[in-house]
Structure formats: C-alpha cells, structure tokens
C-alpha cells in the first residue's frame, strides 16, 4: 500500500494528526472540514479542506486519487454533547459517514478502516463481576447517542462488506490519550472537554477549575475508572489492521486499549506528581450517558494484530504535559493558519 494513495477523513484531528505523522512514508491524503482540526499542524500529509457532505468534492479526490483504502476518523466524539444535541450526532456520525461508504463503494474500494468507540458497549460495571474486561463478543448496549451512531454504523459497514467485497476493520478505541513523544503534534481542542487534558490545563493555571462527576460509583474510589490507550499506540494499530486484511484477505472487530483500567482520582495524583502542584478538586453529580467502568480486553488485537500496547499510564501523562507546556504558549500563533490543497 506504500505506493498507493490512502484516504484518511478527519486527518486534522487528534488521532489523524498522529496517523498522519505515523504514516508519513505512505501517500496520504486528508480530508477534513477543519472545523476542529487544524491543517498547520498536519505537515506529513496533503489537506483537502471540506466536508462528507460535499459528495462533489468526494467524488473529485475519489476520481484523482483511486483509492483503494479509506480510513475514517471523521465524527464528533462526546458523549455529554450528543445527549444534548442527538440529531446533531446521527447527522454528522450516521448519515454523513453512510454518504461517504456509498461513494467508497462507487469507486471500488477494497479496505475500509473504522474509529469506533468503546462506548458502543454501554455500562460493564457489573455486581458480580467489577473487573469485567470488556470482550469483542459481548453484547453491546450504547447508553447515549454517541455509542448509538458507533454501533450503526459497524452494523451498516459489515452489511456493505458482505454485499460490495471489501474488507474492513472496526477499531473500538478505548481513551486515546497522550502525545508523540517527540511532541510535534499533540492535543488540542479550543473548548476542551476530555479529561487528562482538562486536568493538565488546570495544573497549568490555564483554566480556573476542575470537577469530578460523580464520586459515588461502585468502583475502588468512588470515581470512574478507563482504559487510557496511547495515541501512538491507537496509530500503530491502524497500520496492523491495514497489513492483516492485505495480508489474510480477512475483516476484523477489534478493541484497542492498554487493558488496564486507572480511576480518575489516579489521574489526578499523576499530575500532581509530575507538576508538583496539589490540585483543588470539585465534586458535582454524575453526568447522564457515564458508565462506571470502562476497561477492555486486548487479547484479540494482540493475537491477530500483533499489537502490543508500548506507552503506560505514565507515559501519556507525561508526553501530554509536555506537550502542552511547550506549545500551548505560542498556540495561538498558528492556529489561525491553514496548509491545504483547492479542490
């Protein structure tokens, strides 16, 4: 696939952005609407600018490019947002990615990569069983519209597949989290929601608080605990799926995440220890859509991927608060700026 062009949609973001950077010997191409992303930071890739919506545009890169692999990380991706705004996400995550498959199919495509999400598994917070790993075949019950429009969308690809010859891999990220450890490209988000984050900016005087919600859960503080999975390792696994289908012919449903589940009052103590600041922390009511406990099973990625999860818990900690101590200064100096290519 190196001499091949490769479709990534939402390359600007976060995790594209890592991909990116990861695959920069591959012959990428980025679309994305840019409405969160940034095209400044992606320097390994060429940027179209525009949105699933925009079939002609599509239909352009498809005409130009051939394509054979697409992966599509475009979406929105929270959890609070979508119980607010849920028509907002079966758009933009449902309909918009369905548009996309149709032209993908149009043009014959052989490899599709899905982001799904962890959530599309619901609370496995279980009485009898607190330490429940969560499996590739349990039974999947989303509890917010987010997880919902991951969970159609799987179904939709697989049906495709079936019908239109083309392999797929479905990728549940657990928390991507972290930064390259060369810290290029890292995290960023003007209204940022996501946790580690939120209690980095804080220990950084960047914003004025921080909250806990929730501290009432049947875990071993109170708070909830995650699987926090390294971007770079959520990167890497993009490239084993890509080899495994090339290579067996074969579509996969997988969980990638470090298999290890850590409280959000274990996030706070590793800010603190690394900022040497003690944190005030707030404590407000659970959030509507939050399940208790959230930690996968990595067994089936190791055993067909052969992927191995390289970063700890320390580590993501770590690169993300230098990360952001290094760039977020001079942020603003680029963020207006924008590297693309005119359809």
């Known amino acids: 696939m190196e001499n091949q062009n490769i479709l990534i949609t939402g390359g600007c973001g976060y995790i594209g952005l890592h991909l990116s950077k990861l695959m920069k010997h591959y012959n990428i191409i980025i679309y994305d609407n840019l409405k969160f992303g940034n095209s400044y930071m992606n320097k390994f890739s060429k940027v179209y600018k525009g949105d699933l919506s925009e079939e002609n545009k ?8 051939k394509f054979k692999l697409v992966i599509h990380l475009a979406g ?36 599709f990569i899905f982001s799904s999400s962890c959530t599309v598994y619901g609370n496995h917070l279980l009485k009898n069983d607190k330490q429940h790993k969560m499996k590739e075949d349990d039974f999947i019950k989303p509890i917010n519209p987010y997880g919902n429009t991951k969970m159609m969308f799987e179904s939709i690809l697989i049906d495709y597949s079936n019908k239109y010859n083309f392999n797929y891999s479905i990728l549940r990220y657990f928390n991507a ?19 580690i984050p939120r209690i980095i900016k804080y220990s950084l005087g960047l914003i004025d608080n921080f909250c806990i919600f929730g501290n009432d859960y049947d875990t071993k503080d109170g708070t ?26 074969k579509s996969l449903v ?38 208790g406990y959230m930690v996968c099973s990595n067994k089936l ?18 690169t993300s608060y230098q990360w952001y101590s290094i760039h977020l200064p001079k942020i603003k100096d680029f963020l207006h700026l924008e590297r693309i290519y005119n359809i």
């Open 58 to 65: 599509l239909d352009f890169l498809f005409k130009k490019y």
């Open 76 to 111: 929105l991706a929270h959890i609070s947002e979508s119980i607010e705004d849920p028509k907002l996400y079966y758009y933009n995550n449902l309909i918009l990615s369905i548009k996309l498959l149709n032209i993908a199919v149009k043009y014959e495509i052989k490899y």
């Open 177 to 195: 989290c972290g930064s390259d450890p060369e810290f290029e490209v890292g995290e960023y988000h003007q209204n940022e929601k996501r946790i």
């Open 224 to 249: 909830a605990v995650r699987d926090y999975t390294h971007v770079m390792d959520i990167a890497k696994a993009h490239l084993c799926a890509l080899n495994y289908m090339i290579n067996l012919k």
């Open 254 to 291: 997988c969980n990638i995440g470090s298999g290890k589940g850590y409280s959000i009052n274990d996030l706070i103590k590793l800010v603190e220890k690394i900022s040497e600041k003690k944190l005030e922390i707030k404590i407000k009511k659970r959030r509507e859509g939050d399940s």
């Open 301 to 318: 990625a190791k055993k067909l991927l052969k992927w191995e999860p390289e970063f700890t818990i320390e580590d993501i900690i770590y």
